[in-house]
């Protein structure tokens, strides 16, 4: 077997540590035996339907074995895994189809009605439903499964194939697909290791979606090399996770600023044990200094990060040690991978100076999926271009100043202000449109409407909210809207946001 990829790491571990659990999801567990069995045969029985190197498998679903099933069995064969994030709306699911090509897409039940939508017109001709009944159109999971043989599936692969297609959306509307090789999520996976000392005794607690790179590049991926387990949950429940870090005793828990404040405000905090913890870490938004002191009251530090899926994702990360010393601060340079300052030239910056983030390293993409144009400006000298800004302080340590000017981050959800805009600018009687983010004590930022209407019409809050329900994510969706005269703007008519910022922020 010439199968350098991920694919082939759960067969492997079944060599070191068989009877190891490697899964542990709604009260059942999986040994790295059990595992490997079910994803060999899944593997051969996607093979005899007709899936080959290079085809795109599409998955829908939230937190559960058969995402990292399907995962592994999907890169045996060297084809490619296209995870779809459950909160999209219908027409951009429909668009990562058809923009990857999936020919095959593997959904949960309770996600049917939004995969019959979304596949409608794509190119998927193989459906396979999980805890769901099978149909003339639709394969059951289980038996399919059931069907394919036992034994490693021979295919070769390279760490410089192609693994995962993770969209991610766009400043200018519609999303790009990143190519994660497999050289990408391996060489993530040893910074992960290297930085935050993964080993075989570590359990880990997701809680936030797979589809999301730094759930599965950070947490599962790591975790499963090395031979630790991964304990799933489908959604996000205080109760449950303080439950579950106690009864699981887990050592490692990842997520967003939100999802720890709301663990740390829950009745359960003080009393429930949370000893065996031992990392934490946080990305998605700075870390507020009041959690930070909150947490190490109960003896826990946190390892705060940046990155991007394009770089699978880590760029840096903050050794505990140093959070409560570097507050605000996202770390160090990851093991593996450089950083740099530049200004608009691409020179680089010393320290103290903003400027453009860039990264460097055998964890960063090579391109963006079919979109050769996306590529070549996202990248200077070999360089991938964050458009974020932050500077380094003298003792290496990042700081982010500005992410993408439009960009909002809500919850641990990004928001691209160019794709809501140019939903709610299809409103016929909206003549001109900024989306800017607000703060939210509880989810970050949530996402503010500024309206300016064509003369003589009329609209509502709810006229807006209306529109853009099922064409866009919840999350996605402005939960206030103000209406403007006129908005300001440059001499070339771009919208001046840092004054509706300095307004309404």
């Not at 099978?134 to 760490?159: F, I, K, P, Q």
């Not at 919850?411 to 409103?427: D, K, R, W």
């Amino acid at each position: 077997m010439n199968n350098q990829g991920i694919g082939t790491w759960i067969s492997r571990r079944r060599r070191r540590s068989a009877d190891a659990i490697a899964l542990t999801s709604s009260g059942s567990s999986l040994s790295y035996a059990d595992l490997a069995s079910r994803i060999a045969r899944l593997a051969n029985a996607l093979a005899a339907r007709g899936v080959e190197s290079g085809d795109r498998v599409a998955f829908l679903g939230n937190n559960h074995p058969a995402f990292l099933e399907t995962l592994f069995a999907t890169t045996t064969l060297g084809a490619i895994f296209v995870p779809l994030n459950t909160r999209l709306a219908a027409p951009e699911i429909e668009f990562a189809l058809e923009d990857s090509g999936a020919t095959t897409l593997i959904f949960h039940a309770e996600l049917q009605p939004l995969a019959r939508a979304g596949a409608w017109t794509s190119a998927v001709t193989r459906r396979i439903i999980i805890e769901g009944e099978a149909s003339t159109a639709v394969e059951a999971y289980e038996d399919v499964l059931a069907s394919g043989a036992d034994v490693d599936h021979r295919a070769t692969v390279t760490l410089e194939d192609p693994a995962i297609i993770l969209y991610t959306s766009g400043t200018t509307g519609h999303p790009k697909g990143a190519v994660l090789s497999h050289g990408n999520l391996t060489w993530n996976c040893f910074n992960a290791i290297v930085d935050y000392g993964v080993t075989a005794d570590d359990r880990v607690l997701l809680i936030s979606p797979l589809f999301h790179v730094a759930a599965l590049s950070m947490g599962a991926l790591p975790m499963l090399l090395q031979g630790g387990r991964v304990v799933l949950h489908e959604r996000f429940e205080p109760s449950e996770v303080l439950r579950a870090v106690e009864a699981e005793r887990i050592t490692m828990l990842s997520g967003v600023p939100t999802t720890f404040q709301m663990l740390q405000e829950h009745p359960n905090w003080e009393s429930t044990d949370i000893s065996s913890l031992r990392t934490l870490t946080c990305g998605g938004s700075s870390m507020p200094e009041r959690m930070i002191e909150a947490y190490e009251k109960r003896g826990l530090a946190f390892s705060c990060g940046y990155g991007m899926t394009e770089t699978a994702p880590g760029a840096t990360a903050m050794p505990p040690q140093m959070s409560t010393h570097k507050i605000g601060s996202s770390g160090m340079k990851h093991f593996f991978t450089d950083v740099k300052i530049v200004d608009e030239q691409g020179a680089e910056l010393p320290p103290g100076e903003i400027g453009e983030i860039c990264v460097s390293g055998p964890n960063v993409i090579r391109s963006y999926w079919r979109r050769p144009d996306a590529t070549a400006n996202a990248f200077m000298d070999g360089w991938f271009r964050s458009g974020d800004l932050g500077y380094f302080d003298d003792d290496g340590y990042i700081y982010i100043s500005d992410r993408l000017k439009d960009m909002i981050i809500s919850g641990g959800e990004n928001i691209y202000s160019a794709e809501v805009e140019g939903v709610i600018m299809e409103i016929p009687e909206v003549s001109g449109v900024a989306l800017i983010g607000v703060p939210d004590e509880k989810w970050g930022e949530l996402p503010l409407a500024v309206v300016n209407l064509a003369p003589g019409t009329r609209l509502t809050t709810q006229d807006i909210i209306d529109h853009l329900t099922g064409r866009l994510a919840k999350y996605k969706i402005p939960k206030r809207v103000e209406f403007i005269d006129e908005l300001p703007r440059t001499a070339s008519g771009k919208v001046r946001k840092a004054e509706l910022r300095a307004e309404y922020v």
